[in-house]
């Protein structure tokens, strides 16, 4: 079955950096587009980034463009997120979560999701 | 950006009724949306995606409908575990992708 785990969550401080990684399995991972989107504690869900299936574009949410990077590892199968000059407003649990379209152009929705990981910028 | 409204913000509904969710979007987003079930601790989960057409597994008392700027998430014969925050999404335009801000369903 398809399995998507987060890591590299944690607290770091105003102005760091964290890198996300997400660990898929049960699926061909180079054939679907990937998503991160995160929660705010007690709020609801903002759309973060996605790739797509070959990782030839890339598209950010304005809040985090120029300071977030996605990639993915076709050996490995994992899907990542580097976090730079990270806000106290990026606090968030964040979920990386697949496209459900086999090749070609996305659908730009999410069909499985991870468990999410938290991330805490504080001083 | 496509501004997604949903409401109520909460809905309270004894078990076995009807719960009906509103979902409404800033500008015409046609029938590209999508709704997810989130429960306390857990991932959203894909309901229904295309305006109207249930995900893999998704039992046949939830059932969406609308278009263009006005959505609706219809729950019938509402069980305990259906207790949850339920966001709709829209795919229309982006980037950004656009989720409203939820509707909490309560058992009364």
């Known amino acids: 079955q398809v399995q998507l785990v987060e890591s590299g969550g944690g607290v770091v401080q105003p102005g760091g950096s964290l890198r996300l990684s997400c660990a898929t399995s049960?699926?061909?991972?180079?054939?679907?587009?990937m998503h991160w989107v995160r929660q705010a504690p007690g709020k609801g869900l903002e759309w973060v980034a996605l790739?797509?299936?070959?990782?030839?574009?890339?598209y950010y949410a304005d809040s985090v463009k120029g300071r977030f990077t996605v990639s993915r590892d076709h050996s490995k199968n994992t899907f990542n997120l580097q976090m730079n000059s990270l806000r106290v407003d990026d606090t968030a649990v964040y979920f990386c979560?697949?496209?459900?379209?086999?090749?070609?152009?996305?659908?730009?929705?999410?069909?499985?999701w991870g468990q999410g990981i938290p991330v805490t910028v504080s001083s | 950006e496509t501004v997604m409204t949903q409401s109520p913000a909460t809905l309270s509904v004894f078990p076995g009724e009807g719960a009906t969710l509103s979902c409404r979007a800033s500008?015409?987003?046609?029938?590209?949306l999508a709704w997810y079930q989130q429960k306390p601790g857990q991932a959203p989960r894909l309901l229904i995606y295309?305006?109207?057409t249930r995900a893999t597994g998704i039992p046949a008392r939830f059932s969406g409908s609308g278009s263009a700027t006005h959505f609706t998430l219809t729950i019938t014969n509402l069980q305990s575990e259906d207790v949850a925050l339920y966001y709709c999404?829209?795919?229309?335009?982006?980037?950004?992708?656009?989720f409203g801000g939820g509707t909490r369903v309560e058992i009364k």
């Open positions: 999404q829209q795919y229309n335009t982006w980037p950004p992708l656009t």
């Open positions: 049960g699926f061909t991972f180079g054939n679907y587009g």
């Open positions: 295309d305006a109207s």
């Open positions: 500008h015409s987003v046609n029938r590209n």
């Open positions: 979560a697949r496209d459900p379209t086999l090749f070609g152009e996305l659908s730009y929705y999410f069909d499985f």
């Open positions: 790739i797509w299936y070959d990782g030839s574009s890339q």
